[in-house]
């Protein structure tokens, strides 16, 4: 596909990229390529694996991956056997071998083939000249990530300062609660450019804008994330109308997002996770996983986790919506590029200048 797209660095003379990078099949393929294989992906949890053998198996673009713990060593391969490609590990589980589905190759849980039936026959095969293909696996806090490219730099390089700015949140001892998903017609870029600005909350989310100071609401563009904060109102008077109350002064979210489809957002004693996954390049699943530093015994019985649930869904389906308005007409002849405000669109620029780079 040559030069993606043309971008212009600079947000106040710069268009928006082109509307075939979310209607053409062809440039998700190129994205899954050079994006989602060359970036690190939010694979699953800690707590999967948090004992040896323990392990479960996750897609990033088109590839299918497990990440197991050996020992205290946590590690990911391609599950692929390297006999004749078949699968390695299904689902999640425990286990302390990996066995082949197709013939029985058994590989340890360090990737070194340890059994091939019936290969005495084959001249020169030693199992030992055979390990499962690497990939690199990091946590951060309760987190896992992978990345398929194993020469790429380690994830603490992507993340840069976020443990440190996040510290204050104690992101080591969340623990997972509760995960919920949508399956939304629209490109997994319009997803992500609807969460990089705060610009459509006046007029598409009319509750969430009562909540939040939208004149102090900024954007912080960082190398390879970005972060949003969005103060919450003073509260005057009684605060029984409003949905969210500041705990203290400065009480204060943080929405990070990591290129190109993971979102942290953190709050005192809690954290949601969102990743966009593309299916299809009109479709992508979104995946919001809640954390708290307290669960509840069952959230979906808990007063306080039930409010807030039904919160977040009010907001997320009006984003739905949008974006899948926005995704039709970007099918559209009449429609093709537009322009970024300047003041509230630095987010969503951000991203394109790295989509660009990595494309
Ligand atoms: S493909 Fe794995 S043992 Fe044959
Ligand atoms: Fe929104």
Request: contains cysteine; charged residues 25%; hydrophobic residues 40%.
């Amino acid at each position: 596909m040559g030069n993606a797209f043309d971008f212009q660095p600079d947000i106040s003379s710069a268009a928006t990229i082109p509307s075939r990078c979310y209607t053409d099949p062809a440039f998700l393929a190129l994205e899954e390529e050079r994006v989602f294989c060359r970036t690190w992906q939010l694979v699953g949890r800690t707590d999967q694996v948090a004992e040896s053998g323990q392990f479960f198996t996750a897609e990033i673009g088109d590839e299918s991956i497990v990440v197991l713990r050996d020992g205290a060593e946590l590690r990911g391969f391609h599950n692929i056997c390297l006999h004749r490609a078949g699968p390695v590990a299904h689902g999640c589980g425990k286990r302390q071998t990996l066995q082949c589905r197709y013939h029985g190759w058994t590989y340890g849980l360090d990737g070194r083939l340890l059994h091939a039936p019936e290969m005495e026959e084959s001249a020169g095969f030693r199992a030992s000249d055979f390990r499962l293909i690497p990939v690199q696996v990091a946590a951060f806090g309760p987190l896992l990530f992978a990345m398929i490219d194993a020469g790429a730099p380690p994830l603490s390089h992507f993340l840069g300062d976020i443990p440190e700015r996040a510290a204050r949140f104690h992101v080591d001892e969340l623990r997972w609660v509760m995960r919920k998903s949508w399956t939304v017609r629209c490109n997994w870029k319009v997803y992500v450019d609807n969460y990089l600005e705060g610009y459509h909350i006046p007029v598409v989310h009319p509750s969430l804008h009562k909540e939040i100071d939208y004149g102090e609401y900024r954007v912080e563009p960082h190398r390879y994330w970005s972060l949003q904060h969005a103060p919450l109102r003073p509260v005057a008077g009684a605060a029984a109308d409003r949905k969210y109350v500041p705990a203290e002064a400065g009480d204060q979210a943080q929405y990070y997002w990591l290129f190109p489809n993971v979102m942290l957002n953190v709050y005192q004693g809690q954290m949601q996770t969102n990743v966009v996954l593309p299916r299809g390049h009109g479709e992508c699943e979104v995946v919001f996983e809640w954390y708290s530093a307290t669960p509840p015994a069952d959230a979906s019985t808990d007063a306080q986790w039930t409010k807030l649930v039904a919160f977040s869904d009010e907001i997320q389906d009006e984003d739905i919506e949008i974006c899948e308005q926005v995704q039709k007409n970007l099918r559209s002849r009449a429609y093709d590029r537009g322009r970024y405000s300047a003041a509230r669109e630095v987010g969503v620029h951000h991203f394109h200048s790295l989509l660009h780079e990595f494309l």
